[in-house]
């Protein structure tokens, strides 16, 4: 039904040597290009990806909503697709993993006039998450903190495990401080239209995250319960994709205590270290992830 795809570009030049390497790692060449257009795809006869300096002649802009999403055929090539999209300057939007029910393995990033790509393997040629069932994945959500009660907070905060990384936590937690806590991230939203969010795991508390706006900063935190710790890459996932959809944060930071040795996935998700700071006496490892 789809001839061709077109999405914009205010450098061709540039453009069409981010999209000839991009497009080599899953085996797409260019077709054709003229002075102000370049197409690739599998064949003159198949649906094909245009890039275009727009025919008004006015700046091209991205689509709030608009994606362009490869088929490809292995999990590697997800993932070659991604590295290869970062590499070259795009940006991070979603770091290759499993995303939906039926297993879909998939890599996002924009490219570099910021149109949203994406390469992905239908079910069941991707691999499943490690050490979960797919088809038993727990249904993830974000509600108020009002909405859940404070002796679930109380219980989660003062379990000792927490503490080995949050050395801000240095005394047990009452009632009155689970109180104030919601009251002060409610403020947040009432302020910036943004705050902390409770996590659910199929309906339980499994702990809180969230947005907090320093100076020019957005910084992103979560707590989770020691149990549910297995759950951190899925809620950091869906948390980043709303921060990129907010037009207001180009990039987030990440406050991490020295006691957080395994930064791997971190890195991968394209974060990049920014500098050790110090707050309320305590170091901390900064970094940014761009969103935009």
Known sequence: MIGYLTIGTNDLDRAVNFYDALLATIGVQKLWQHADMAAWGPSRTETALCLARP?????ASIGNGVMVAFKVDSAEQVDAFYAKGIELGGKNEGCPG????????????????RNKLNAYVPAPGCPPMRGLDLKNLSVIEFVRLTDVSLEDIVSHMNDRRVAEHMPLLTSKWTHEDAKEFVSTKEATWRRDGLGHWAI???GAYVGWEGFQKEGEDWDFGLVLKPDNFGLGMRISRKAIEFASADLRIDFVTFLLPPSRKNLGALSRGGAKFVENIEYDGEVFKKYRLETK
């Open 55 to 59: 025919f008004d002649g006015q700046t």
């Open 98 to 113: 499993p995303r939906g029910e039926h297993g879909v393995y998939a890599g996002y990033l924009r490219d570099l006039d």
């Open 200 to 202: 659910l795991s199929d």
